[in-house]
């Protein structure tokens, strides 16, 4: 059972990590999605800017370790979505290019929405 939690935690992490970067494009569709996905930029942002650990890593590592396994062995997500979400490598070269394509993708995705949403007003006027 905590082999299969720890899976999850990893899928969530991973899907959190996607809505981080991409989550501006769901506000084309809901606008109301705006806050959430600003607040959770805001907290990617001060991970990779501070370096700290996001909470679901810890909680990851210890559901392992109490279903008696080594953390980063065992099957297709451990193997695979764990490296994209840890990096063996990841140094400080790596947490820039993180945090520039965290802000590059939204500054495009937020530039493009706000463009379509002034155009669209001005064709409503």
């Known amino acids: ?3 299969l939690l720890a899976d999850l935690v990893v899928i969530i992490h991973l899907v959190f ?3 981080v970067l991409f989550g501006g494009l769901l506000v084309y569709k809901w606008k109301k999605l705006i806050w959430l996905h600003v607040c959770t ?3 990617g942002f001060y991970i990779e800017i501070t370096g700290s650990i996001c909470p679901l890593t810890p909680l990851e ?4 370790v109490q279903a008696g396994v080594d ?3 065992g099957g297709f ?3 695979y979505l764990v490296p994209l979400i840890y990096p063996a490598d990841y140094d400080m070269n790596m947490q820039i290019s993180g945090i520039m394509v965290l802000l590059v ?5 937020y530039s493009l929405y706000f463009w ?9 006027s």
């Open 77 to 79: 997500i451990s193997n």
């Open 105 to 109: 993708t939204n500054a495009i995705i």
């Open 61 to 64: 590592i210890w559901l392992r």
């Open 17 to 19: 990590i996607l809505y």
């Open 71 to 73: 953390p980063y062995s």
């Open 116 to 124: 379509w949403w002034r155009n669209r007003i001005r064709k409503n």
């Open 41 to 43: 930029l805001a907290w």
């Open 1 to 3: 059972m905590y082999l």
